[in-house]
């Protein structure tokens, strides 16, 4: 091809990708990272036995949309070249593709547009009229600080563990994976090894809650630093995260306590607690696991479906409905017992198309869990509540799994490749892109319909 057709294809292919409207653009970026890294994973250098391309393109698709499940060992079965391919893959699909291509563009055209601001504040689910440009800069060096930091914090134990060099890359491998709430590990039983080590659980606990709470609201906060002066947003994150993680903790502790397979076969109250505040906070989307998952209790691991259901922060690394959707929903709900017209919190009150976007969130994400749930029953021949924990944490791009993964069939394991799509782009983001916008030419009169 003469470099004039390349020059002109290539800005033919520019035109039509600017031409997308953001979840077009977002969803295209996701699914076209997903088939690169397919193609990286089967090179013969990436892994140390053959790798089907049913496997490289789970794979590729579990970390691209940060999930973390796995149908291989992801620490044998790849090789150090397959590792680094996997943790490209997690840092795109955590920091957001869209960041990636807005960067280019600003480096070309010298100035953001507004069609790119839109795909920003998608990627960001920033619905403010504040500076992307500036919260993308945030999103950047805070993700740069923290995975320094976490590395370094993380040697702390591995290095004198497995030496300075398998240290380091354990260390580094685990804190991106972490921080973009990718849950892949390279041990075959996650980080059980260290259900009780302080500074394991600090360390990963503190970088998938940051990288989860959402980059608009760290942003927030370093600018701010006042609770009185922070958003409504940033004050709701913060004040639903803390509540949610302690009352999922007392709740996790209260059901495993005596669970001989888990809690109880820990040695002290110290190793208890901690794994009890890991498994507490990890299923807001970080997929690492300290206790055996496929040994909990049916009510422990209902509940925890519920958690990965919420999911972190709008506009993070996390996945879920967004607990700022769930808060959203409790409010209403609320106001609505209250006779109230709207919900109020921390002086505000919530904008009804607020409101709407969050019922349609739930609905659609509720809708998507339980068409996976129901083809997985006639695809698979497994546990129920296995095959619907499996669907909740592909669809909430968790990443726990009770065993299964592995043993799903080829359908069954398809069925969880488009769950986790869907999961990682939104699924209000899919219906947006689905349906086609249509102005309210007609007026119709109100009619009455019978509920409750």
């Not at 280019?104 to 953001?112: E, F, Y």
């Amino acid at each position: 091809m003469r470099p004039s057709s390349l020059s002109q294809w290539f800005q033919l292919a520019k035109k039509r990708f600017l031409s997308l409207t953001p979840p077009q653009a977002l969803i295209l970026s996701y699914a076209g990272l997903a088939i690169l890294g397919t193609l990286l994973l089967k090179l013969p250098g990436a892994s140390h036995q053959p790798t089907s391309w049913l496997q490289a393109l789970f794979t590729a698709v579990s970390a691209s949309t940060v999930t973390g499940l796995a149908v291989v060992d992801i620490g044998t079965h790849f090789t150090l070249f397959g590792h680094w391919i996997l943790l490209f893959l997690m840092q795109c699909g955590g920091l957001g593709l869209m960041t990636f291509g807005i960067i280019v563009i600003h480096l070309t055209r010298g100035q953001l547009g507004v069609k790119q601001r839109a795909a920003l504040r998608e990627t960001f689910s920033h619905t403010g009229q504040g500076d992307v440009w500036r919260v993308l800069l945030w999103a950047i060096g805070f993700t740069a600080i923290m995975e320094l930091l976490g590395t370094l914090l993380l040697a702390l134990q591995w290095v004198p563990e497995m030496g300075w060099g398998k240290g380091l890359f354990y260390s580094f491998f685990h804190t991106l994976s972490a921080f973009n709430s990718a849950g892949f590990a390279l041990a075959a039983d996650s980080l059980t090894t260290y259900a009780g080590n302080p500074l394991v659980n600090i360390v990963i606990s503190l970088l998938f809650i940051s990288g989860g709470i959402g980059f608009v609201v760290i942003a927030d906060i370093i600018e701010k630093r006042r609770f009185r002066q922070f958003a409504l947003h940033t004050k709701l994150m913060l004040v639903g995260t803390l509540i949610i993680n302690v009352i999922a903790m007392i709740v996790i502790l209260a059901l495993e306590y005596g669970n001989p397979a888990t809690l109880a076969a820990l040695p002290d109250w110290s190793a208890k607690l901690w794994a009890a505040w890991f498994q507490a906070v990890t299923p807001r989307s970080a997929g690492f696991n300290t206790l055996d998952t496929g040994a909990l209790f049916p009510s422990t691991a209902f509940f925890i479906m519920g958690l990965m259901f919420i999911g972190g922060g709008s506009g993070s690394t996390a996945g879920g409905i967004k607990l700022g959707t769930f808060i959203v929903a409790l409010l209403a709900t609320w106001a609505f017992l209250r006779q109230q017209e709207r919900p109020t919190i921390f002086g505000r009150s919530i904008q009804l198309d607020t409101i709407r976007k969050s019922l349609a969130i739930i609905v659609i994400s509720l809708l998507c869990v339980n068409i996976g749930i129901f083809l997985l029953t006639i695809t698979e021949n497994g546990n129920f509540l296995d095959l619907a924990f499996e669907a909740v944490s592909g669809a909430a791009t968790v990443g726990l799994s009770r065993g299964i993964t592995a043993d799903l069939s080829t359908p069954g394991q398809c069925i969880i490749i488009v769950l986790m799509l869907i999961g990682r782009a939104g699924p209000l983001t899919i219906a947006f892109t689905l349906s086609h916008a249509r102005g309210e030419s007609i007026q119709y009169s109100a009619g009455h319909v019978n509920i409750g």
